[in-house]
Each structure stands twice: as structure tokens, then as C-alpha cells.
């Protein structure tokens, strides 16, 4: 992994790196059959404890990922910075699309219940009620 590793001492960072994130990952499939009651019945982790746990997990499986085989933990800082900085960018991007389509979907349905109240008719149906349906249809000249 740095540099002045000789090829047994690289096989054992390799192997650690394995085990480590091996262990992790059964830890958080064990939180997950846990916390949503599959192992025990009854019994279910509340979400405020389950989701930072797994969310924790995983981003430090990331992190000793992008630090230990992308060589990240290696660099010169300001090198690190550079890749670190937009992925930070990334995150909030995503976060800000999240909250932007959760409240356009709020509105959304907002409008949907003014429109049905101002029109008298249910939303979201695309069949007509069968008095407005014609049954008959004639041609006059």
C-alpha cells in the first residue's frame, strides 16, 4: 500500500482491510435482522438509533476504503482536498434534491385537494363516474 512495503507486509494490510470491512458489513446486516424484528419477533430497533448506526457504518467503510485502496491516506493533504471537496458538494447536492422533491410532492397534493374542493370531483382518477359516460350516441342531420 505506501511506499517502502515489501510484498508480505502489503498482503497483510490487504488482509486486514478485508477482515475489517467483512466484519462491518455482518455487523450491519445484523443490525438491519435485528432492528427490523426479523430475529426476534417483537422486537424492533427504533429508527433514531438503527439508521445513525448503519449510516455511520457505512461511511466509514468508505472512508478506510478511499483512504486505504484509492491510497488517499498516502497523498499530500492538499491532493486529498482536492477529491474530498467535491464529494462534499456531491452530498449536499443530493441532500438538496431530496428536501426539493419532498416539498414539491407537499404542493403537489396541496394542489390536487384545492383542485378536487373547487371542482367537485375526486383526484387522481382517470375513470369517469358512469352517469357521465354517454350510452348512446346519435347523429342528426
Same mark, same amino acid.
Do not use: C
Given at each position: 500500500?505506501?511506499a517502502?512495503?515489501?510484498?508480505?507486509?502489503?498482503?497483510?494490510v490487504?488482509?486486514r482491510?478485508?477482515?475489517l /470491512?467483512?466484519?462491518i458489513t455482518?455487523?450491519?446486516?445484523? %443490525? *438491519?435482522?435485528?432492528?427490523? !424484528?426479523h =430475529?426476534?419477533?417483537?422486537?424492533r430497533l427504533p429508527?433514531?438509533?438503527?439508521?445513525?448506526?448503519?449510516i455511520?457504518l457505512?461511511a466509514?467503510?468508505?472512508y478506510?476504503?478511499v483512504?486505504?485502496?484509492?491510497h488517499m491516506?498516502?497523498e499530500?493533504?492538499d491532493?486529498a482536498?482536492?477529491?474530498l /471537496?467535491?464529494l462534499?458538494l456531491?452530498v449536499?447536492?443530493? %441532500? *438538496?434534491f431530496?428536501?426539493? !422533491?419532498? =416539498?414539491w410532492?407537499?404542493?403537489?397534493t396541496?394542489?390536487?385537494?384545492?383542485?378536487?374542493?373547487?371542482?367537485?370531483k375526486?383526484?387522481g382518477s382517470?375513470?369517469?363516474?358512469?352517469?357521465?359516460?354517454p350510452t348512446?350516441?346519435?347523429?342528426?342531420?
Amino acid at each position: 500500500m505506501a511506499a517502502g512495503l515489501t510484498y508480505e507486509e502489503s498482503k497483510k494490510v490487504v488482509w486486514r482491510g478485508f477482515w475489517l /470491512l467483512g466484519a462491518i458489513t455482518i455487523v450491519e446486516v445484523a %443490525i *438491519a435482522l435485528v432492528g427490523n !424484528g426479523h =430475529v426476534i419477533d417483537g422486537f424492533r430497533l427504533p429508527i433514531y438509533v438503527m439508521y445513525p448506526l448503519m449510516i455511520g457504518l457505512s461511511a466509514y467503510k468508505a472512508y478506510f476504503i478511499v483512504k486505504e485502496f484509492m491510497h488517499m491516506g498516502h497523498e499530500v493533504r492538499d491532493l486529498a482536498m482536492s477529491v474530498l /471537496l467535491p464529494l462534499l458538494l456531491l452530498v449536499w447536492a443530493i %441532500i *438538496a434534491f431530496l428536501w426539493e !422533491g419532498a =416539498v414539491w410532492g407537499e404542493r403537489r397534493t396541496l394542489i390536487k385537494e384545492k383542485d378536487a374542493i373547487e371542482t367537485g370531483k375526486k383526484t387522481g382518477s382517470i375513470l369517469q363516474a358512469p352517469e357521465d359516460i354517454p350510452t348512446m350516441i346519435t347523429f342528426t342531420k
